[in-house]
């Protein structure tokens, strides 16, 4: 008997640690959804590495049940990756379409497609959710309260579906980075390249396929084996806000 191919659903695949998380789980042999909104991006990269882009903004309700109606297979990986950080203002200064945008991705986006693909997940012999919460979820730095509330909240929820779903064979895996170069600082500082240069300056950040190649490894564990939770940071980074540079 031949083996049945398992799938994998990637949201935020169009870039940085999403779209190497494609990369290496294609190579694993896996069928691979990719998720996004910029569609040209997502095609590009399955063209490169396989699998199937599948247009999604984790946003909108409409976006993410039009999404789960076109997967009618098990789902035994969905990576929680969508998301990020929108500007760095100060609490009294902060900006409420911000706030609004990253809960909106960051926490209920995650929320919103899990509740989706969850009869996917169900149909799966053992199936693996990977959260990407962040060292932002563990730890705050000053001017940081949107994006850390939204990681916190990362957390709570990866616990709650721990809890709730003890018992049935899925498990739940919070992967948090610390400081990774991908478009994370050019998309927080809306396009400014400059700014977002100067976050990894004069440090060796980590990339996307670091992250990637944690996620291979925690799905390939044996299915009795659960990793609650990788905190992974770059040499160069004791805290979220406490950097080598030379
Ligand atoms: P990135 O290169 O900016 O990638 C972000 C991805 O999220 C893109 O593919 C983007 O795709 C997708 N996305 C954003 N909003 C979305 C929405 N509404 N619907 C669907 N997809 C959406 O940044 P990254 O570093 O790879 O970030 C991936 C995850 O890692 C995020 O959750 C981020 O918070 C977390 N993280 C990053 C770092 C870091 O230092 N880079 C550290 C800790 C945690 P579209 O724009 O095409 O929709």
Redo the contacts with the bound molecule.
Sequence with gaps: MTERQKTAVV????????AATVQVLCAAGYHVIL????RE?LEKIAREYGGMPLE????SSASVAAFAAQIDIPVDVLVN?????LGKESLVEFDEEHWLQMYQ??VL?LARVTRALWPRLQQSPAATVIN?????GEETYAGGAGYTAC?HAVRAISETMRLEWLGQPIRVTEI?????E???SL?RFAGDAKAAKAVYEGMAPLV?EDIAEAIRWVVSLPEHVNIDRLVIKPRDQARVDKVARR
């Design positions: 949201t935020g695949a169009s870039s940085g640690i999403g998720a996004a909104r910029r991006r999604l903004d984790v946003t990756n969508a998301g990020g950080a991705s960051n986006g990407i919460g962040s060292v932002a990681k948090d980075p610390g400081l990774v991908t478009e994370f998309v996307a």
